[in-house]
């Protein structure tokens, strides 16, 4: 998720997470909260902003090439190779003409359905970040903190030290970098897949239907909310 804050860089605390914390470093941690991640942060941030951030991204996946999409799906590289030079944004186009439009109206609608479920989330979100704050500042350094948040510039940056994160300028710059990424990513899954081959070289195979039990296949089928006899039918 999009809210990361300096706390990802700090190492773990080392005290256990159920550990009593000092009530005045809560107290302090509090208020440092209610300057960085306000009520209604998240319903501000769907309010337009992210949906915002979110169209350049997936403008830049439907500028991905088919090559690349099928290779980041694990498609071997010779039948890769036979595959068009298009884009996915090209496939669309074909398949559905209206496919910007209809994007746009799904994500109009999706936006306030996750504001609300956000904000009810946002509450345990805030307490939360109020005990890590709490864990890795001192009562000291938090009270220092909240007395720059408490100033005109520090109020300035407070309010958007979430929100920040889905500015244009960051948004474009992560947009840019995709492809590279991807070509990365990419570039190492042949390494990467030789490590996990060789990491998991001792353990079991993965089991098909015809080795399991007749209370696994049944406990499967029930799992799954399908008849025990299409499974039958789609493991053969």
Same mark, same amino acid.
């Given at each position: ?22 009530? #005045?470093?809560? !107290?302090?941690? &509090? ?8 009520? /209604? =942060?998240? $319903?501000?941030? *769907? ?22 999409? #099928?290779?980041? !799906?694990?498609? &071997? ?8 030079? /298009? =884009?996915? $944004?090209?496939? *669309?186009?074909?398949?559905?003409p209206a496919y910007k439009q209809r994007m746009d109206a799904t994500m109009g609608a999706m936006m306030p359905a996750m504001a609300k479920v956000m904000s009810d989330f946002e509450p345990g979100m805030r307490e939360g970040l109020t005990r890590a704050y709490a864990r890795h500042f001192d009562k000291t350094q938090l009270d220092d903190m909240n007395r720059f948040f408490a100033t005109p510039s520090g109020a300035a940056y407070a309010s958007n030290a ?75």
């Amino acid at each position: 998720m999009m809210l990361a804050t300096p706390l990802a860089a700090l190492p773990a605390a080392a005290q256990p997470a159920n550990e009593q914390i000092d009530p #005045a470093r809560l !107290a302090s941690a &509090k208020v440092t909260v209610d300057f960085i991640f306000p009520t /209604g =942060t998240y $319903a501000k941030m *769907m309010d337009g902003t992210l949906q915002s951030a979110l169209g350049p991204i997936m403008d830049a996946t439907g500028s991905m090439s088919v090559q690349q999409i #099928a290779l980041a !799906a694990g498609v &071997k590289p010779e039948d890769v190779s036979k595959l068009g030079k /298009g =884009t996915l $944004a090209d496939i *669309m186009k074909i398949l559905d003409p209206a496919y910007k439009q209809r994007m746009d109206a799904t994500m109009g609608a999706m936006m306030p359905a996750m504001a609300k479920v956000m904000s009810d989330f946002e509450p345990g979100m805030r307490e939360g970040l109020t005990r890590a704050y709490a864990r890795h500042f001192d009562k000291t350094q938090l009270d220092d903190m909240n007395r720059f948040f408490a100033t005109p510039s520090g109020a300035a940056y407070a309010s958007n030290a979430m929100l920040i994160q889905l500015d244009p300028e960051v948004m474009t710059r992560m947009t840019e970098a995709m492809p590279k990424v991807l070509q990365g990513v990419l570039g190492a899954m042949p390494d990467i897949m030789k490590q996990v081959e060789a990491k998991t070289a001792g353990l079991p195979k993965p089991r098909k239907y015809a080795d399991l039990t007749p209370a696994e296949r049944t406990q499967l089928a029930t799992l799954l909310g399908v008849p025990e006899k299409d499974l039958r039918k789609a493991a053969k």
